[in-house]
């Protein structure tokens, strides 16, 4: 019968090949379909982290300067309540009303990013230029307002009688901050904040901010029924002396459930034709959005003494003096956790492996690590023992790589036995230069002597690695091609000509030291390059449970070996230098970003929630527990997708009965291809391919 299912095996993988499945690296655990290959956490985290917990939530970012609400100066509008049909009416009850508004370009026909809004405006957000679709913006570009009672005195100054904010503003302004603080103001438009109140004869508005006396507009639309069966969701075209504010809007679409009913637009003019003999004015438009929006009159100037009334009832008072409220440039906030980008502190929760024999002798090392990675540049720093030899003391002749970090870290002792064969070193943060959240991992052998030296020039012969480069711009949005797999595939090669002191690849730096040697022995052409993809990293920062801070109310670690998703690793084995016979050990750290402050959150654990310190004063053998782990503890998942039971490295009738046992319980170590999630014919055909291949 085995004979029979070896040729079966045969005949089908020659017709449809094997298509093995392999963990996937992207920062996440799937137990569903990696749980088959990385079986259990072989450790988790005994200490809450020191160096920062990420939780739901959390951002940075949004500093606005002054809170809005401070802000006690703007513009102040009084509506005879007969000009808007009398009572305000709404489902809420008489004084209740929507308003919609902005400011705008002179003409109308830019819109600004100084928006009333129903508290979900993205922060950041730019203006938005031409007549825009509210529907399909997303968010609710109104917001539902309460007229207090009270008296109010129209000054451009905010009365207590308006009572709290019905709108704070949580965007910066596109439109320039004001930093003159006279009564007239210049230099910039904001609405910082927005009140209301009644005396049951006027409607009064109070637009806490700057109206810029240059023109801008500042527009405030009312929907005075709630949109029952009245008032404009999409602007047409304007009559009236004030027409042209329409018209310059023209088409642009309201939230669904706005109608407007009604206008009020201030701006400021030259009275003298413009000729520059005279300062610019506030003036006011109002009326009917269906019908004529009327002149309603201008003041003679700013400020409270150049406040009072204007035609028909309507009076107005503009007092340009703010200098607070919002800033005027991008806040540059950060996204909100859980975000995968974007990480709030860093944390080593657990750790798995899975080592793939099923590529032939050497497959590769695959490493899942649950936590997060700081968007500060902490270092998450990862040495491997894979092979006799090594440090176990890091020297200081090491290659130079992440500005000569590796050898910042000279004098470190590792915990008996292990000995570093091979470095990484992943971390994030924010570009200086564009404002760019980027990621990078660094790479290097470690040798028992130190650096390689090639044997015609006695120069460097090693290589330090790095890949990465820019994920998200600054307020979280997906740069174009981010890199998001970090898969060391080129482009940076340096060849060894007699000169160089340091040589830099964008490659595996084991694979790079190979075929550098080969280029200056002449055994390949220049130009020839190593294999891409000897390496591949990825973050995923999504986390926001595992270990918490360790100077929380509670501190806890109860959740850190269910943490998913993090930082995950693979590295083919013969770039790994590994002998194919010693254990595959692992330990790591969380540094600060110059490698020198070693944080308690160490693979292997500590046996107190104090930091390390300075990382050359560090000898783990002093240290209670072991400060590494066995990865070879991991399950081997045998020498192929087909080595399902024991005895491993030997396919036999056990492994046909695991087989079809995990395939009728759908159980992950049965979905060997893809579609990854089905269980079908594919599958079968892969694991008779796989029983076919043989163990090497």
């Known amino acids: 019968m085995r004979k029979s299912t070896v040729v079966s095996a045969a005949t089908l993988a020659a017709i449809a090949g094997s298509a093995l499945a392999q963990p996937v690296v992207d920062g996440v655990y799937d137990s569903g379909t990696e749980g088959s290959f990385y079986g259990d956490v072989l450790w988790a985290q005994n200490q809450p982290t020191a160096f920062g917990d990420s939780e739901a939530g959390e951002f940075t970012g949004g500093d606005f300067g002054d809170p809005p609400g401070d802000v006690m100066t703007g513009v102040e509008v009084c509506i005879p309540l007969t000009a808007i049909g009398g009572a305000l009416e709404s489902s809420g009850g008489t ?3 929507q308003l919609a508004g902005w400011v705008n370009s002179g003409d109308r026909t830019f819109m600004s990013n100084q928006l009333v809004h129903a508290g979900d405006l993205p922060i950041d957000t730019n203006n938005l230029g031409g007549a825009p679709d509210f529907t399909a913006l997303g968010g609710t570009q109104h917001e539902g307002m309460t007229a207090n009672a009270g008296a109010i005195v129209v000054d451009g100054q905010l009365d207590a009688n308006y009572g709290a904010a019905q709108f704070l503003q949580t965007n910066f302004t596109g439109f320039g901050n004001s930093t003159d603080g006279t009564e007239i103001g210049g230099g910039g438009s904001e609405i910082d904040a927005v009140y209301a109140a009644t005396d049951g004869v006027n409607l009064y508005l109070f637009i806490a901010g700057n109206l810029e006396a240059n023109g801008n507009g500042l527009d405030l639309y009312i929907d005075s029924d709630a949109n029952a069966g009245t008032g404009s969701t999409v602007l047409g075209t304007g009559a009236g002396a004030g027409g042209f504010i329409i018209d310059g809007q023209s088409g642009l679409a309201f939230d669904a459930g706005f109608g407007a009913d009604f206008l009020v637009s201030a701006d400021a003019w030259n009275d003298d034709g413009d000729d520059g003999t005279t300062p610019n004015v506030p003036r006011l438009h109002a009326g009917p959005v269906a019908g004529a929006i009327d002149d309603q009159g201008s003041l003679a100037g700013y400020g409270a003494a150049n406040a009072g009334a204007l035609a028909n009832g309507y009076s107005m008072g503009v007092d340009n003096s703010n200098i607070a409220g919002v800033i005027g440039t991008a806040s540059l906030a950060s996204p909100v956790a859980p975000d995968a980008d974007w990480g709030y502190g860093s944390e080593i929760d657990n750790v798995r492996a899975y080592i793939d024999m099923s590529e032939g002798v050497m497959g590769r090392l695959y490493v899942f690590v649950g936590g997060n990675a700081e968007s500060n540049f902490n270092k998450i720093n990862f040495f491997i023992d894979c092979a006799p030899g090594g440090q176990g003391t890091l020297r200081n002749d090491n290659i130079d790589i992440s500005f000569n970090g590796l050898n910042r870290m000279a004098d470190l002792v590792f915990d008996a036995p292990f000995t570093a064969n091979y470095w990484l070193n992943v971390n994030m943060g924010v570009d200086g230069g564009s404002g760019n959240l980027q ?18 020039f006695l120069l460097t012969a090693d290589y330090g690695s790095f890949f990465g480069g820019f994920l998200t711009d600054g307020t979280g949005v997906p740069v174009m091609d981010p890199v998001q ?6 482009l940076v090669f340096d060849e060894q000509d007699g000169f160089l002191a340091s040589l830099f690849s964008n490659y595996g730096p084991s694979g790079s030291v190979d075929v550098g040697l080969d280029i200056l022995m002449g055994n390949v052409p220049s130009g020839t390059r190593p294999p891409a993809g000897l390496l591949e990293v990825n973050i995923d920062n999504s986390n926001t449970g595992g270990v918490t801070a360790n100077d929380a109310a509670v501190p806890s670690v109860a959740d850190a070996p269910n943490v998913n998703s993090g930082i995950e690793f693979s590295v083919d084995l013969n770039e790994l230098g590994w002998d194919g016979v010693q254990d595959i050990l692992l330990t790591g750290w969380v540094a600060s970003g110059g490698f020198d402050f070693v944080s308690n959150q160490v693979i292997g654990g500590l046996p107190a929630v104090d930091n390390l310190g300075e990382v050359s004063l560090i000898d783990f053998n002093a240290i209670d527990g072991t400060q590494y782990i066995n990865l070879s503890a991991a399950p081997p998942g045998g020498c192929n997708g087909a080595d399902l039971a024991e005895p491993f490295n030997v396919l036999d009738f056990s492994d046909v009965i695991a087989f079809l046992t ?16 089905t269980f079908d014919f594919s599958d079968v055909i892969a694991f008779l391919g796989a029983f076919g291949a043989g163990c090497p």
């Not at 990621?439 to 015609?456: E, Y």
């Open 95 to 97: 004084s209740a009303f």
């Open 439 to 456: 990621n990078f991992t660094d790479a290097a052998v470690i040798r028992t002597d130190g650096v390689l030296l090639d044997p015609f």
């Open 485 to 490: 797999l970090m898969d060391f595939s080129g």
């Open 662 to 677: 995990a395939f009728g319980t759908m159980d992950p170590a049965a979905d060997l291809a893809a579609p990854f999630g």
